[in-house]
């Protein structure tokens, strides 16, 4: 997998999920297993196991031995060891099994059917189906998108997280624009951070929305309570949404309660979770949204988020790419219950 030239602009981020380095970077990918012996010497007494692996495969990183102690990778005198800050004495036999991590595997081809809007030498735009993991991530290092790049082109094995140059989270679906090239990835990610690509989202929110038009701005950044979720917050990064309220269900009883919207946001700024967050920072969380205090609605389990618009300029002409994506059919029958035909 090549390294990146450098961090990607903080725009070039979808509202899904940040960018990550590439995790295969120091790992060993596709080596035979390898195991490794020594005995602890006079002037080692007293070192940590961790240090003590780092002398004897020091072309490793250390978190990524660290790993192997975990894992149960790593005996000292014949027993296993998974405590990084135990203390070795001068005479013991260390030993380590370079056992490839997870991450170390992630980054491999896997066929896999791919929606492909559009494509030519240089970019592709899918859309993305629900379930689908767009990057290698702890819990899934395996059968995501870009596994399915790798696969796809030959290419993609060469560029920074195979092209990727904005995501999508598990759960939402919809268009997503993937470099083929180095010239046309830097073109993106300069639009993208430039604020020239228009991403427009369709959502079901719950709740009746009181306004016809507005401008959401407020800063986003981890919650300070659960490190899974994100939120606004004064020492977060600027983000605005804008959102425009579509129609109104009034629920079963037709009383109002239990009341659903739907919404068209777009985007202009792309922070983590960024229009799940906006919507529920104003009271309206998304349907299905889990993580952030959404329910179940309309037959929908999952939130009710779909990237329906995507344009930006071809990297190489710098002509005007517009895209849509009809709405996948679960959340379609939803969207039927609340807009009318």
């Not at 180095?182 to 719950?206: D, F, G, K, S």
Request: charged share 20%.
């Amino acid at each position: 997998m090549a390294a990146s030239p450098g961090p990607l602009p903080d725009e070039a981020l979808d509202p899904e999920a940040d960018i990550g380095p590439d995790l295969a970077a120091d790992n060993p990918v596709d080596a035979e297993v390898e195991t490794r012996e020594t005995v602890i010497s006079s002037a080692q007494h007293g070192l940590r196991l961790d240090k003590a692996l780092v002398a004897l495969a020091g072309e490793f990183s250390r978190s990524w031995l660290q790993q192997l102690i975990a894992r149960a990778h790593v005996q000292v005198d014949g027993q296993v060891q998974t405590t990084a800050a135990r203390k070795l004495r001068a005479g013991q036999r260390l030993r380590v099994t370079l056992a490839p991590t997870a991450e170390s595997q992630a980054f491999r081809p896997e066929l896999m059917p791919l929606a492909v809007v559009y494509e030519d030498e240089h970019l592709l735009v899918v859309d993305k189906p629900a379930g689908l993991v767009v990057h290698p991530a702890p819990g899934n290092w395996s059968g995501t998108l870009l596994n399915g790049l790798l696969a796809h082109h030959a290419g993609a094995s060469a560029l920074p997280r195979a092209g990727i140059v904005h995501r999508l989270d598990k759960d939402t679906t919809g268009l997503m624009v993937v470099a083929k090239t180095l010239p046309a990835m830097t073109h993106l990610v300069r639009q993208i951070a430039a604020r020239e690509v228009r991403r427009i989202y369709l959502a079901l929110v719950q709740g009746r929305v009181p306004w016809e038009q507005a401008t959401i701005e407020a800063p986003i950044g981890r919650d300070p309570v659960s490190r899974l979720r994100m939120a606004v917050v004064a020492t977060g990064k600027p983000a605005r949404t804008d959102v425009e309220r579509l129609a109104v269900w009034a629920g079963e009883a037709g009383d109002g309660k239990g009341s659903i919207t739907a919404v068209r946001c777009r985007l202009h700024t792309g922070r983590t979770h960024q229009i799940r967050v906006h919507l529920a920072w104003r009271g309206h969380v998304l349907v299905g949204d889990a993580l952030y205090g959404g329910k179940p609605a309309l037959g929908l389990a999952r939130q009710a988020l779909h990237a329906a618009e995507l344009a930006f300029q071809h990297p190489d002409d710098d002509r005007t790419m517009v895209f849509s994506a009809a709405l996948p059919a679960d959340l379609a029958a939803a969207w039927a219950r609340v807009v009318p035909a």
